[in-house]
């Protein structure tokens, strides 16, 4: 007796419909485990999102580092590893995306795009790849990171907003930095390298303003205001969260007030008994 043939699925190339659906059911878990991974709250998931963390730091301190080393075969040699990971973890991103139109339209989608252009196609060179600390900014934006840094360091619990300021501060200082030497560095001869770009950053965000290095241009002008009103908007914020007192996060179950002073026994607006934990620090 002839054994009886299995239907082929369409468009798969003459498979038959059971080698699609265990296909499908292997790309399928492919993606369960990256979204795990991504999102998960597991320890495997956490440990990965550090991971991710360290290389944003480690990608950004590569492209300052190599803004003033000799272009080799060592440093290309970097930036096709840096591009390839990028893309690997943009790629990732991708196929987890809920909506895939929302996450391309994204300003980090376009950061993590220009990023990879920079490091793979070093024609377009290094400045580019500054773009690539903005990633750093959202995963610290990010609900789970941000709740795992929380209950993992005692420092970051105490002084969140600080940090957060701080980080805010410092993306905004490096982005700029790399969009001056990017536009600059060609046509100025004040801006030779990262250096000079973030002397110039510094001192314009600072309102020193030593007059020593100007940009050129109508262009230069406009982004040494934008450095002006947003650079000492997020200077003055991370003034503030440093010099006012010291406030704990703890939901009011009443009123939903979060911020309250660390030995507080009432919510100030609506008079509702709390119960802060507290680890005997005043």
Do not use: W
Request: with cysteine; proline share 4%; aromatic share 10%.
């Amino acid at each position: 007796m002839k054994g009886r043939r299995l239907p082929v699925a369409a468009g798969t190339g003459g498979r038959t419909v059971t080698d699609a659906r265990v296909q499908n059911g292997k790309t399928g878990g492919a993606v369960v485990r990256l979204r795990e991974l991504y999102e998960g709250e597991s320890d495997r998931a956490h440990r990965f999102r550090y991971t991710l963390l360290i290389f944003d730091c480690v990608t950004v301190a590569f492209v300052i580092v190599s803004s003033f080393l000799p272009r080799s075969m060592v440093i290309e040699f970097l930036d096709l590893v840096f591009g390839l990971v990028i893309l690997a973890d943009f790629t990732a991103r991708l196929v987890i995306a809920p909506n895939r139109t929302r996450y391309f339209l994204s300003p980090f989608t376009l950061a993590d795009i220009a990023a990879i252009v920079s490091f793979l196609l070093p024609l377009f060179g290094e400045g580019v790849g500054f773009l690539r600390i903005i990633r750093t900014l959202r995963l610290l934006r990010t609900y789970q990171l941000v709740a795992q840094l929380r209950r993992d360091f005692e420092f970051f619990r105490r002084n969140e907003e600080v940090v957060i300021a701080a980080i805010n501060l410092m993306v905004f200082l490096f982005i700029m930095t790399g969009v001056i030497y990017l536009t600059q560095h060609s046509i100025n001869p004040d801006i030779q390298n990262y250096a000079d770009a973030l002397y110039f950053t510094v001192t314009t965000l600072t309102t020193t303003g030593f007059g020593d290095v100007t940009l050129d241009g109508t262009p230069g002008r406009m982004i040494s205001v934008a450095v002006m009103i947003f650079g000492v908007t997020l200077f003055l914020r991370l003034a503030q969260v440093l010099f006012r007192p010291t406030k704990v996060r703890h939901p009011c179950p009443e009123c939903g007030l979060t911020l309250h002073d660390p030995d507080a026994v009432h919510c100030k607006h609506c008079g509702t008994v709390l119960q802060i934990e507290t680890e005997g620090f005043t």
